[in-house]
């Protein structure tokens, strides 16, 4: 990749290196595909920063997070404001965090924040509802959900608080065989 | 983390590297890149296997099960292949090149048909579940590549489907604990007379495939209009076939009165089924080794093994096409008429499908040796997926039924001698044959097949298997040790943090009387 682009100077696509997982290469068809979600608000020259945000109704059509259930929370947890407006930064670094490259440890915290939809830092038993109705497209009755739901908490809660800490949620996913293969979204 | 904070890290990161020797670094390095040596040629290796790409879509799309099923279907096609590769190379080319005029090429005679054998079933839902861990389903449950809208959906009922079914055997297990006494004598009345139902089932099936034989045997096929006399001599393998599909689908129902859990129901009409085509395969066998011989009874005998070939093949593929796809098109089309409720939900349940293929397998093993081209026919679908110890098991029940009737057949009967008995013509037996062949090799040869066929060869062959086997057996033993390990060891791992918890919960409440204390009598004893 020679110097022709002109989009990042050398230094930000080195600090995007060293940061995130992507190559190069990859930062600069991430920065594509962040374009032409907006083409006439994103500019195409970064080299001074620019202040750009993209909301989230946006960034939750594109095909790779359009299937996804909990597709408005992961972009919300990447967001700074909470609201789910994206700068390409945040961007970069969803998808960073979402690679193949990405530690468990890593995808663990962010997968606790995707989960925690009343950001409490805790999941507690709503919170495993919303994520149950998200999954099964509320094909359960409630009471069924309710089941469920205990089932889950009494499994992985150790310090018996009827609510998942972030220390309960890593035990549990330590111990998961797929959690990695799963949680991974290919752009 | 903001992108500061991180290069920050990086740099601290880079500075506590420590510093090892050039050497410990360069093997280092060089066991790095073998690693990604080898996983290439893997990845390559396994790239280059056929229906890789398939394999994975179906994976996505309908679980491990699914694809295990359809992996050993891949392994059967590779023996069926590898067979006719191995018949054609050491006796149908030789044969057709060297065109002996006292040796007739291999052939089976009557009025059997050749086939095309393009086939397809229809696969629906059910997956296999892995664990009965909840949390896991529900943290671990969505695949985030899923982009396409079916897949999308097929994984909510996936998923649905497993909440299900942990929540029946959950009311199941809370259901069998509220029995009381009377209950369970009734249920276990109730289990024994439906035992007794399955087993007249069976009953009747065998007399039906006796009756059958006995029908095609008797008459004088010939004197019949060729359709009659052909559906005379297909007599036996249609019932068969007909038994074969009809009561599995009866026991199904039956096990769904005996009140067990999902699990237990399916294995047990598992267990039946297999009993019923492995038993009715040998007892077709057996009656046609214990009637008389008309003719060449080599031929008779591949000639039959052949049309029980044919006709499973022609029977699944209307399953497939006459019956299921019309059933699925109309839960499609109508889902509420009566015909649809009536011909109920299609289900791939996989162990049927195995046994199905198994099944298959057997007939073609048991045929092969008088009816070489068997396994192409065996060859029916045309997608894959792993396999499992059960799948082999299975398979290995039907190889020693076909090891069996072949050993049966060799040693007991006599051999015709017309001109045209047998797959080697004269109707020798292999044995007669085999020490012909090696009578006429040169001496070299010989000496080499007579050193082989020696104890002086076979023992230390033995050795060298048994050998293998303990270090393969040993190598397992270790593995589980490791394995229960570090099992113990993420388990004392969950003990530490409950201890960690504990203290600093203890120290909390310290703190907070502390501070209680501290606040009436304002002093230094702030801190722990």
């Known amino acids: ?187 | 983390m903001c992108l500061q904070g991180k290069r920050a890290a990086r740099e601290r990161r880079k500075m506590q590297i420590s510093n090892i020797g050039f050497w410990e670094s360069w093997r280092r390095s060089q066991s790095i890149h073998r690693k990604r040596v080898w996983a290439q040629v893997g990845g390559a290796l396994s790239g280059l296997l056929p229906w890789q790409n398939t394999l994975r879509k179906i994976e996505g799309r309908f679980g491990v099960g699914v694809k295990a099923y359809f992996v050993f279907l891949r392994y059967l096609i590779y023996l069926n292949l590898l067979h006719c590769f191995l018949i054609c190379g050491f006796i149908l080319v030789p044969t057709g090149v060297y065109s002996r005029a006292f040796r007739e090429p291999l052939r089976f005679g009557g009025n059997d048909s050749v086939l095309d054998f393009v086939l397809g079933t229809h696969t629906w839902t059910i997956g296999k579940r892995h664990s009965m861990n909840v949390s896991f389903k529900i943290f671990c449950g969505w695949d985030f590549t899923i982009q396409d809208p079916a897949a999308a959906q097929l994984k909510k009922s996936f998923v649905r489907n497993d909440l299900k079914l942990f929540l029946e055997e959950q009311s199941f297990s809370l259901r069998k604990a509220q029995r009381t006494l009377g209950q369970k004598l009734r249920l276990y009345l109730l289990r024994f007379i439906l035992n007794l139902v399955v087993l007249s089932l069976l009953g009747g099936a065998f007399y039906l495939i006796y009756f059958s034989t006995i029908r095609s045997r008797g008459e004088n096929i010939s004197s019949f209009h060729w359709l009659v006399g052909l559906v005379l001599q297909y007599l036996p393998p249609m019932t068969i076939s007909f038994v074969n599909i009809i009561l599995p689908h009866m026991f199904r129902k039956i096990s769904s009165f005996e009140d067990y859990s999902l699990t237990v129901q399916v294995n047990a009409t598992l267990v039946r089924s297999i009993f019923l085509k492995l038993a009715s395969l040998g007892i077709y066998l057996s009656f046609l080794f214990l009637s008389p011989p008309k003719t060449c009874r080599e031929n008779q005998f591949g000639r039959e093994m052949y049309k029980l070939c044919v006709f499973n093949f022609l029977a699944t593929f209307c399953n497939a096409f006459l019956f299921n796809y019309p059933r699925k098109l109309l839960q499609e089309a109508r889902p509420t008429s009566l015909l649809a409720r009536l011909s109920g939900k299609q289900h791939f349940l996989i162990p049927f499908n195995v046994l199905d293929l198994v099944y298959g397998q057997t007939v073609s093993w048991v045929g092969v040796h008088y009816c070489p081209l068997l396994p192409l026919i065996g060859t029916r679908m045309f997608r894959a997926s792993s396999s499992s110890v059960l799948f082999h098991l299975m398979l290995l029940l039907g190889l020693l039924m076909a090891a069996t009737a072949l050993g049966f057949n060799l040693y007991q009967q006599e051999h015709s001698k017309e001109f045209s008995c047998g797959p080697f013509g004269g109707g020798e037996s292999v044995f007669e044959v085999v020490r012909v062949c090696v009578r006429s090799l040169p001496g070299p040869a010989q000496t080499a097949v007579r050193y082989l066929t020696s104890e002086a060869f076979a023992l230390p062959l033995l050795l060298a298997e048994v050998i293998v086997l303990t270090s393969y057996v040993s190598r397992q033993r270790a593995n589980q040790r490791a394995i229960d390990r570090l099992k113990d060891m993420l388990s004392s791992s969950d003990k530490r943090f409950l201890v960690k918890q504990h203290t600093t919960l203890l120290r909390d409440r310290r703190n907070r009387s502390r501070g209680r204390s501290a606040a009436a009598q304002p002093d230094a004893h702030q801190r722990l």
Request: net charge negative; glycine share 2%.
């Open chain 1, 1 to 187: 990749m020679g110097n022709k682009q002109t989009i990042f100077t050398d230094e930000q696509l080195d600090a995007y290196q060293d940061c995130t997982f992507f190559t190069r290469k990859e930062i600069l068809r991430l920065h594509g595909r962040y374009h032409e979600l907006a083409p006439h608000l994103v500019p195409m020259d970064y080299t001074n920063d620019p202040d750009c945000k993209l909301p989230l109704a946006l960034i939750v059509n594109m095909p790779e997070l359009k299937e996804n259930p909990f597709r408005n929370r992961i972009v919300e947890s990447f967001s700074e404001d909470g609201m789910g407006n994206l700068s390409f930064n945040e961007f970069v670094d969803m998808f960073s965090v979402l690679s193949e490259m990405a530690p468990r440890e890593l995808k663990a915290i962010y997968a606790f924040k995707i989960y925690d939809f009343n950001v409490d830092n805790y999941l507690c038993k709503e919170d495993l509802e919303k994520t149950l109705n998200r999954l099964t497209k509320e094909e359960l009755t409630p009471e069924e959900v309710q089941l469920v739901c205990e089932k889950a908490i009494e499994e992985a809660d150790l310090d018996g608080d009827s609510k998942l800490s972030y220390a309960d949620f890593e035990n549990m996913i330590s111990r998961a065989p797929d959690f990695l293969s799963t949680f991974h979204i290919r752009i």
